[in-house]
């Protein structure tokens, strides 16, 4: 069963079409990079695996299910910025995802269930590259730390399909380098799901094991959004990384 | 020569220039009271700063006779009273209300449009039916502050709450929050440091409140004692009361902003 499958759907706002007629489907493990012109529809069909937005015509489904109509803890989502907390400190804003599952009315672990928390979470920010870091307030981050804080706060919340908003769009390149590691290393040991935008298309080709190219199939000149984005090109990019491990 | 807008005074010169008009201020008025003193030494509208010295002193070292009360404390005590209860309860409201209406969009139709019909009304005018409803005690003027101040404060809090980035709220969901703990966990930490401000630029308008309502029914207070001195023209006992008011005024915004300084040390710098 695929993890997620869209049948034909449609993402039309008055007369603007958005998405047209667009088929797809992943399956667990899967690292899906999203790539096309700006406005193609990306970011709307990023919205939707989020469950912010939805089709206005056509089916989405999610492991075989009624796509969710509201955000939940089996999608993750990083943003390219406002992803943390800026009130707790870096492990707070790790745990509190654990908090909020296993504290309904307070929101807030003690005692031995929040040495628990912190262990997990400990964990995940050493994978991450943040142990150093902990007690700071995420303003006393750099952007790139910011967003391994940001990938940190959704692993504890193991998620079956993890979405990157063109999550190193605001960094700078030699930034950018070490997340792409980081994000490989975490990919390969965790088997969820990746949707990424990005517009950076070696980026796409680095990290994806698929490459889904967003393009218009017709166009008017006249009124542009007649038509709408569908995915033009999938391109498997696995095989390409797995020589590259090879040597 | 550099541009004026780019000459900056140093350190000294700009302490010295802050505290030159206050000093031509005072020679100005020690001047003229003492030329007034000479031509009349009953003169009451420009008293010189040892009668004012003197009649302060009087009200506040000394137990006024009639009631065995130290009158400057007394008035102070009830004022600060009076503000102090006005203020916390329209920051309760602000905090319950406006984040609710900040964040939950059944909220925001039922209850937005009433705020902001309440932020218009001037305060003032509901004052005769404050009175009639509540009569003349403490009661009518803590309402007053209230309505003159909560429905500011609730707008206040109401945009900031809708300045918390979208992301961080989706960002939270995709970690399992549910509505109240999305409330009670990242809204409402966040939003406090704000209500101190929000309270920080709502204060002078509940100054303005309480010294009215004080002035036109009370029987002490800093606004009742001013305004009963009036009469003899007692400029001896109402500019340092004055002075005084704005003193306390100070001191609250300077303890609420250093409570924010110490208590939200991440705040002002996402």
């Not at chain 1, 089709?55 to 406002?82: H, N």
């Not at chain 1, 094991?209 to 218009?216: A, H, S, W």
């Not at chain 2, 203020?87 to 602000?94: D, G, M, Q, R, T």
């Not at chain 2, 309402?143 to 918390?164: F, H, N, S």
Request: net charge positive; glycine share 6%; hydrophobic share 45%.
């Amino acid at each position: 069963m695929s993890l997620v499958k869209a049948k034909n759907i449609w993402k039309i706002y008055g007369n603007d079409v958005i998405l047209e007629n667009l088929n797809f489907s992943m399956n667990d493990g899967e690292f899906c990079a999203l790539v096309g012109p700006s406005g193609c529809g990306k970011t709307t069909f990023l919205k939707m695996l989020l469950g912010i937005d939805e089709p206005t015509r056509g089916k989405l489904l999610f492991e075989g299910k009624e796509y969710p109509k509201e955000p939940s803890d089996e999608r993750g989502i990083v943003f390219q910025r406002y992803s943390t907390l800026s009130h707790l400190n870096v492990i707070d804003n790790v745990i509190i995802g654990l908090e909020f599952e296993k504290s309904k009315f307070f929101g807030k672990l003690f005692g031995k269930e929040k040495k628990e928390a912190y262990e997990k979470a400990n964990e995940i920010l050493k994978a991450v590259g943040l142990e150093d870091s902990k007690n700071k307030y995420p303003h006393e981050l750099s952007g790139g730390m910011k967003q391994r804080l940001s990938i940190a706060q959704s692993l504890v919340k193991k998620p079956k399909l993890l979405l990157l908003d063109e999550p190193f769009g605001a960094l700078d390149p030699g930034i950018s380098l070490d997340m792409h590691e980081l994000l490989l290393e975490i990919h390969s040991k965790l088997n969820f799901g990746v949707v990424m935008v990005t517009h950076d298309i070696s980026e796409a080709f680095k990290l994806g094991t698929r490459v889904l190219v967003f393009d218009k199939i017709k166009t008017d000149k006249d009124f542009p959004n007649r038509y709408g984005s569908t995915i033009v090109n999938d391109i498997d990019a696995s095989k390409k990384k797995e020589r590259k491990n090879e040597k | 020569m550099k541009r004026l807008i780019n000459q900056v005074p140093t350190k000294t010169t700009n302490l010295f220039l802050g505290l030159l008009p206050f000093l031509l201020i005072v020679i100005v008025y020690i001047s003229a009271s003492a030329v007034r003193l000479t031509e009349n030494p009953n003169d009451k509208l420009l008293p010189s700063i040892e009668k004012c010295m003197d009649s302060m002193g009087k009200l506040a070292f000394e137990e006024d006779k009639r009631t065995g009360e130290y009158i400057l404390l007394n008035d102070t005590i009830f004022s600060l009273q009076r503000l102090a209860i006005g203020i916390s309860v329209s920051a309760i409201f602000a905090l319950v209300i406006g984040i609710s209406i900040g964040i939950i969009p059944y909220m925001t139709s039922t209850l937005s449009p009433l705020i902001w019909f309440f932020s218009l009304i001037p305060t003032m005018a509901m004052l005769p039916i404050l009175f009639i409803v509540f009569g003349l005690g403490e009661v009518s003027k803590i309402v007053l502050i209230i309505l003159g101040v909560a429905p500011i404060m609730t707008r206040e809090i109401y945009q900031r709450v809708r300045e918390i980035p979208s992301e961080q709220i989706i960002k939270v969901q995709t970690l399992g929050a549910n509505t109240w703990q999305i409330i009670t966990r990242v809204i409402t930490p966040q939003i406090l440091p704000r209500l101190i401000d929000a309270i920080r630029l709502t204060l002078g308008t509940a100054w303005i409140f309480l010294i009215s309502a004080e002035a036109i029914a009370s029987t002490e207070g800093l606004g009742y004692r001013i305004f009963l001195v009036r009469r003899y023209l007692a400029m001896d006992v109402i500019l340092p009361y004055v002075l005084w008011i704005t003193f306390l005024a100070f001191l609250i915004d300077f303890i609420l902003r250093q409570f924010n300084k110490k208590l939200f040390p991440w705040f002002g710098k996402e």
